[in-house]
Structure formats: structure tokens, C-alpha cells
């Protein structure tokens, strides 16, 4: 079966491949043209569906939306929602982990708790009124500087205490398996087998 993801991003669709391929036809929405949707929701929740929808009118498939972001305590949840933009460039991790540091420049390690979002939002078709949703949360802390060249994202700038290390020093399987990605995943699988 076909299956839009409703992203372009080369590291997000990796991961879901691996996980989603034995069952789904993994697609990028930029294989049919179609360019991101806008996020104009006010939740992980509603951007996940946005994009879903977005995908699926595009394309006239099946479409999974992922939105998912890093949530920092000490920033009261910042960059959250605009995990993607915070340095005011969509999908410049550079400048993005650079702005956190910033921001969280002089803060001690018992205050910089972080977890990791991710909202799954499965539709069948574009209007579709009961999306299969799932979600998962990694919880773990900003490090000072970056650690690690694997991964995507914020990743090299947070700590996993369950793993001892940052999320770009694992390896690709058990960031994959224990992520909140992968959290969100085996719940949808569940949900699909169910």
C-alpha cells in the first residue's frame, strides 16, 4: 500500500522507512510536486493533521503527517511548535541548536530538561474525520555542546540519560527503536493491527 509522508525531510523519512516498510510504500510528498503545508495549528496535534491532509489532497493517497518538535523546560517549552524555525530559517539546524545554546547559555544541567515530541497523524484520505493519531515523548536533557555526527535536528545537543549519551551518538537502530519517532511508531503500528 502507498503511503505519503507529509514532509520532505531526508532524516524523518529514513527513520520512517525503516520502521513503516514492511507494511507501507514509503513516499515523500516532493515525489508528486507537492510542497509543505502550512502550520498554522496551535498544537502538535493540529500541524500533524494539517499535513496529513495536505499530502493526501495533493496526492489522492493515504498520507502520514509527523509534527514533532523539542520542548525545553527552562524555556517554558521553547522552541516547541517552532522547533523547525527557531532561528527564523526553516530547517537550519545549525542555527537553530546555535539560538538554544544561546538562549540557554549560563543555565545549569538541573534546569535544562528537554523531551522530544512527535504527533503521528494518519489519514486515510484528505477528508478523512477519524485520523489514526499517535504520539511519542523522549525525555532528556540540552548538553552545552554539541556531541555526536549521526542524526538530525537538535540531536547532537540532547541527552538521553537512558542511552548516556547524545541522540546523534547513537547508532541509526536504537535512535529509530527508542526515540519519540519510534515511541509514535509502535503505537501506530499497534493501532493498525488493531
Known amino acids: 500500500m ?31 510536486g507537492v510542497e509543505d503545508a502550512e502550520e498554522t495549528g496551535l498544537s502538535f496535534v493540529e500541524n ?3 499535513k496529513a491532509r495536505h499530502a493526501s489532497r495533493a496526492t489522492g493517497l493515504p498520507a502520514l503527517g509527523d509534527d514533532s518538535g523539542l520542548c525545553v523546560d527552562a524555556l517554558r517549552g521553547a522552541p ?6 527557531y532561528s527564523g530559517v526553516h530547517g537550519n539546524s545549525e542555527a537553530n541548536i546555535d539560538k538554544l545554546l544561546r538562549e540557554l547559555d ?13 504527533v503521528l497523524a494518519l489519514v486515510r484520505d484528505a477528508d478523512d474525520p477519524m485520523p489514526i ?3 511519542g515523548l523522549w525525555h532528556g536533557r540540552v548538553l552545552h555542546a554539541r556531541r555526536g555526527g ?6 547532537p545537543v540532547f541527552f538521553s540519560p537512558a542511552h548516556d549519551c547524545s541522540a546523534a551518538e547513537l547508532p541509526a537502530a536504537v535512535k529509530s527503536r527508542d526515540s519519540h519517532r519510534g515511541q509514535a511508531l509502535a503505537k501506530l503500528r499497534e493501532l493498525l493491527r488493531s
Open 80 to 85: 516547541g511548535l517552532y522547533s523547525a524555525r
Open 150 to 155: 549521526n542524526g538530525f535536528g537538535y540531536d
Open 106 to 118: 549560563g543555565v545549569d544541567d538541573a534546569r535544562r530538561g528537554a523531551h522530544f515530541v512527535c
Open 133 to 135: 493519531l499517535a504520539e
Open 2 to 32: 502507498q503511503l505519503i509522508l507529509a514532509s520532505s525531510n531526508a532524516g524523518k523519512l529514513a527513520e520512517l522507512r525503516e520502521l513503516l516498510g514492511e507494511r507501507f510504500e514509503l513516499h515523500v510528498q516532493s515525489e508528486f
Open 48 to 50: 500533524a493533521i494539517l
